[in-house]
Nanobody
């Protein structure tokens, strides 16, 4: 059994910052990648950023230069630093991990609301 616990969402004004965190625990032997997705009302879930074991992080064009993903392999934790937030960044943000075994797991989601 694998559990992902997310935290850090909330309400912030445009131009502000938030930092999301996601800690994975349970039967985890090797994580290949850890990423963040988001889903706004009425829209499909989309990739925001992903940190892979070998290679550079990947970002959606809409967040490039504003968001930074980082991970701590020893702690099975991934963070998403979000700066210069815009109203269009409002969404539920989900953490996802990709194990070397091929299994994938989602977090429960955390709400991020950018509004004045």
């Amino acid at each position: 059994q694998v559990q992902l616990v997310e935290s850090g969402g909330g309400l912030v004004q445009p131009g502000g910052s938030l930092r999301l965190s996601c800690a994975a625990s349970g039967s985890i032997f090797a994580i290949n990648a850890m990423g963040w997705y988001r889903q706004a009302p009425g829209k499909q879930r989309e990739l925001v950023a992903v940190a892979i074991s070998r290679g550079s992080p990947k970002y959606a064009d809409s967040v490039q230069g504003r968001f930074t993903i980082s991970r701590d392999n020893a702690k099975n934790t991934v963070w998403l630093q979000m700066n210069s937030l815009k109203t269009e960044d409002t969404a539920v943000y989900y953490c996802k991990i990709f194990l070397n075994s091929g299994s994938e797991y989602w977090g429960q989601g955390t709400q991020v609301t950018v509004s004045s």
